[in-house]
């Protein structure tokens, strides 16, 4: 089973920021999180990863709580093309299987 | 890098029929994943190979679910005497050791 808990949805105005939570209260100290989306028909896109340091790429940001318990995607400014399921996993980063959740689905609206 | 490709994209076909799937991985990844997909729900890990080799099975994979990675390559999925519950997503996905995985487009299933 996953070890996160996302909202089902949120929407967010073209332009601005989105900031999507995650809680993954039972993660171990050696895994990381990672943040997934897959836009409509698609198959899943990688987008960012963390173990305890907040971190940025050019598609976002990952703030990571110091408890480490929860964190938060943020899409600095969305577009009508970041609409899509976004999906929070914790991971060992040793590679293997992803545990997919059901994840969040965000809705850019103009 | 062309990215994961799978083929086919669509494919139809009657309970009872077997179907296969192939998956090309980016060239220079050594791990291969698959995943399948329902409706409304986050993909759900199947089987992945490492090289040639494979090294975990979920029990989501039942005796009529093969999985090959001859070469260390490409890989197929064969499902045999499918059932109107096989109906779904089939992902693949690939890495280079434990870097983050890249996904194909996926082929889409329909048990008739």
Request: glycine share 8%.
């Amino acid at each position: 089973d996953a070890k996160t808990t996302q909202p089902p949805s949120m929407d967010c105005a073209e332009g601005r920021a989105a900031n999507l939570p995650c809680n993954h209260s039972t993660i171990s100290g050696n895994e990381y999180v990672y943040w997934y989306r897959q836009i409509h028909s698609q198959g899943p896109q990688y987008i960012i990863h963390g173990l305890k340091n907040n971190e940025t790429n050019e598609m976002a940001s990952l703030i990571i709580t110091e408890d480490r318990k929860s964190s938060t995607l943020i899409l600095p400014h969305a577009t009508l093309r970041d609409t899509a399921v976004y999906y929070c996993i914790v991971h060992y980063n040793q590679g293997g299987k992803l545990i997919f959740g059901q994840g969040t689905e965000l809705s850019v609206k103009p | 890098d062309t990215g994961v490709s799978q083929n086919p994209r669509h494919k139809i076909t009657k309970r009872g029929q077997n179907v296969t799937f192939r998956c090309d991985p980016i060239s220079e990844h050594n791990r291969l994943y698959w995943y399948r997909q329902t409706l409304g729900q986050g993909p759900e890990f199947l089987t992945y190979f490492q090289n040639e080799a494979q090294l975990e099975k979920s029990r989501l994979l039942s005796d009529r679910f093969s999985a090959e990675r001859p070469k260390g390559s490409f890989s197929t999925l064969e499902i045999q005497r499918t059932e109107q519950g096989d109906s779904a997503m089939y992902l693949c996905a690939s890495s280079k050791e434990r870097d983050e995985q890249f996904f194909g487009p996926g082929t889409r299933l329909t048990v008739l």
